[in-house]
């Protein structure tokens, strides 16, 4: 299973509510970001924030290390 696959099948995902509520187009798909900030890091922090069941925000701590 891909990466995509798992996320968009996580608790994130409310699949009741997605099936019958049309969604609004968004500039960019929440999970689409938290994949590829995933695949950008090798050591860090990826925090999300949820507000009523809802993804609203992401922050990337990235670190870097030496030796």
């Not at 099936?19 to 590829?36: H, I």
């Not at 924030?49 to 990337?60: E, S």
């Amino acid at each position: 299973m891909s990466l995509r696959q798992t996320l968009s099948n996580s608790t994130l995902t409310d699949s009741l509510q997605a099936s019958t509520t049309p969604r609004k187009p968004a500039a960019e798909k929440p999970l689409d970001a938290v994949a590829e900030a995933l695949e950008r890091m090798r050591f860090g922090v990826i925090q999300l924030t949820i507000h009523d069941g809802r993804l609203v925000q992401i922050d990337v701590t990235e670190r870097r290390r030496f030796g």
